[in-house]
């Protein structure tokens, strides 16, 4: 029963090792060695994306975002206390972004509001702003967290917003991951299937008998070979020699 117990427990590890080594591979390949996560959303709009805090500030490292006008449109791009941003959009039709989707590295995005959008340009709110008819980038740093950032199409419209974080412990978390998957792979696939290791016969005790008895044999008589009888000579010795008779021939 303990034996059952002990591979049912071995079977499990191997499978939870197997888990961990792959996902910690995935991460570790999709990351590279710089720890480099990428978010795309592809809007295709004309309407201001919103960017807040609860996507920007969410990690301990810098966040770089990077705007790209569709064929021979133009970006605008501004940064802003998060209050302020959501008042100046107030209850326009724009996007907001409010998470990511790791697996397809997805910017998720959401529909919000109903009225026109006024010109965002000309508030005097913005900490930094830019425009470009290429891809335009800012980066923000999480020590004036929090932050926001509006992208708006000057000209045509946002083909795609990318949100870029690197952060090289996630490469080495993702890598240990990998690692410790492995030693659980290999810990559970020992106890569900235990080498069984064949006992060899103990070899057989060196007898020296035959030795002895061969050495003896040359040292003891040999059976065969003839020896004196006391009894055959002593009935030789009182056996009366014969006598010769001789036959008379006289005349």
Do not use: C, Y
């Not at 991460?27 to 919103?50: D, E, K, Y």
């Not at 100046?88 to 998720?108: K, S």
């Not at 998957?181 to 290791?197: E, K, M, S, T």
């Amino acid at each position: 029963m303990v034996r059952v117990v002990v591979r049912v427990a071995g079977a499990l590890l191997a499978l939870l090792g197997l888990a961990l080594a792959a996902v910690g591979i995935w991460f570790a390949t999709q990351l590279g060695g710089t720890g480099t996560a990428t978010f795309t959303a592809s809007p295709g709009t004309a309407r201001p994306i919103l960017l807040p805090p609860e996507v920007l500030n969410r990690v301990d490292a810098d966040v770089t975002v990077t705007a790209t006008p569709g064929a021979g449109g133009r970006v605008w791009m501004a940064l802003a206390n998060p209050s302020d941003a959501t008042a100046v959009i107030g209850d326009a039709r724009h996007l907001v972004a409010t998470g990511v989707e790791v697996p397809d590295w997805l910017l998720e995005t959401r529909e919000r509001g109903t009225e026109q959008a006024a010109d965002l340009a000309t508030a005097e709110l913005w900490r930094n702003q830019d425009d470009a008819d290429e891809p335009l980038s800012m980066t923000i740093s999480q020590a004036d967290a929090p932050e926001a950032v509006v992208v708006v199409a000057d000209e045509g419209t946002v083909a795609s917003v990318t949100m870029t974080i690197n952060n090289k412990t996630w490469f080495v978390e993702a890598v240990v991951a990998a690692l410790v998957g492995l030693f659980l792979l290999v810990v559970g696939i020992l106890l569900a299937w235990p080498r069984h290791h064949r006992s060899r016969p103990a070899p057989a005790p060196t007898s020296t008998s035959t030795d002895d008895s061969s050495a003896e044999g040359d040292d003891a008589p040999l059976d065969d070979a003839p020896a004196d009888d006391p009894a055959a000579t002593s009935d030789a010795e009182d056996r009366p020699a014969p006598t010769e008779t001789t036959k008379d021939t006289t005349p």
